[in-house]
């Protein structure tokens, strides 16, 4: 069983799910809008949206549900977004590592995962942001949108619904950790590719080669070989 609700305005769908938690008794409960106004990044950063031309959903998902990892479970999140994209618009979609979705070279979707213990249940909270219709970016120079990187305009509401089934899909079935695994992998931005990363504030050239389980992306720098690296330690310049 699951439920989708729809604000006209939200502060964060990530913040206020936790208002429609209280009622449905289902494992997955989602909760979009095309007008958020303070919507989160990973580590703080913020989020920002065009109203009615992007989409801010959130699906809650019990944790009882997920017999994964948290890192294995954030990069089949990644997985379960980019197949979407994919699969709508048949263009090459990549993630870029942890958890970006890349549509030619421009970041068009953002993902922000939380735990939080709601109503005595514990969750993950799936914060998904998508560009969907906006055309200008104008500070952000790596950013896009479904319109943008596609020429495609979509309905909003159309979209939403069909990615809240879709995702309800692919929770529902979860491959082994191999699996995803190998699957995340396989559509990781730049990999095997020669690009350009900042680490310690300097540039050097590197090549990333595989993400692994623990969450740590492999690259090999030209000063420094093989190394891992955890979100936020290096930099990949695109």
Request: some cysteine; aromatic content about 12%.
């Amino acid at each position: 069983m699951s439920e989708l609700f729809y604000r006209n305005t939200c502060s964060s769908t990530n913040d206020e799910i936790t208002e429609v938690l209280l009622y449905p008794p289902s494992n997955f409960i989602g909760l979009y809008t095309f007008n958020q106004i303070k919507g989160r990044g990973q580590y703080g950063n913020s989020w920002a949206s065009v109203a009615e031309q992007n989409l801010a959903y959130t699906l809650a998902i019990k944790t009882s549900c997920i017999n994964h990892s948290d890192f294995l479970f954030n990069y089949y999140t990644a997985i379960a977004v980019q197949n979407y994209l994919a699969n709508l618009t048949e263009k090459i979609v990549k993630i870029k590592w942890p958890n970006d979705i890349i549509v030619k070279n421009k970041k068009v979707v953002g993902i922000l995962i939380e735990k939080k213990k709601i109503n005595q249940e514990h969750y993950f909270i799936i914060g998904i942001g998508i560009n969907i219709l906006q055309e200008k970016f104008d500070e952000i120079s790596n950013a896009g949108s479904l319109l943008t990187q596609t020429g495609e305009a979509f309905n909003l509401k159309e979209f939403t619904e069909n990615l809240h089934l879709f995702l309800i899909e692919k929770f529902t079935h979860i491959p082994s950790d191999g699996e995803i695994l190998a699957q995340f992998n396989s559509n990781l931005f730049k990999k095997d590719e020669i690009s350009v990363f900042e680490l310690d504030k300097t540039r050097q050239n590197g090549i990333i080669r595989n993400a692994d389980e623990n969450g740590e992306i492999w690259i090999e720098l030209e000063e420094s070989g093989l190394q891992s690296f955890y979100h936020k330690e290096i930099k990949l310049l695109y």
